[in-house]
Nanobody, 119 residues
């Protein structure tokens, strides 16, 4: 059974940092594009960052220069390093995996981890 489990969320002051992790299990994800999304309070889910199987990355403009997505294929784990956090980064953050050939859809999703940034 495929599972994505996020961790690392929490409460942090503005200007602080957090690192989210997403551990994948049930199959090897090294060939998958992986992404991070978030759902701010009262808003729709939005794209944050993505990393391809070849480690190409792409970011939403709102996080570019502050967030870094990376992956450790040996551990089937994806990370999101978040620096210079702002109150508007407050959201539930979700990890997602894209089966090769199904772009732009993401096929597997984690349960989410809460990030709260206080001003």
């Amino acid at each position: 059974q495929v599972q994505l489990v996020e961790s690392g969320g929490g409460l942090v002051q503005a200007g602080g940092s957090l690192r989210l992790s997403c551990a994948a299990s049930g199959r090897t994800f090294s060939g998958y594009t992986m992404g991070w999304f978030r759902r701010p309070p009262g808003k729709q889910r939005e794209f944050v960052a993505t990393i391809s199987s070849r480690d190409s990355t792409y970011y939403a403009n709102s996080v570019k220069g502050r967030f870094t997505i990376s992956r450790d294929s040996a551990k089937d784990t994806v990370y999101l390093q978040m620096n210079s956090l702002k109150p508007e980064d407050t959201a539930v953050y979700y990890c997602a995996a894209q089966v090769p050939g199904t772009s732009p859809s993401y096929n597997y999703w984690g349960q989410g981890t809460q990030v709260t940034v206080s001003s």
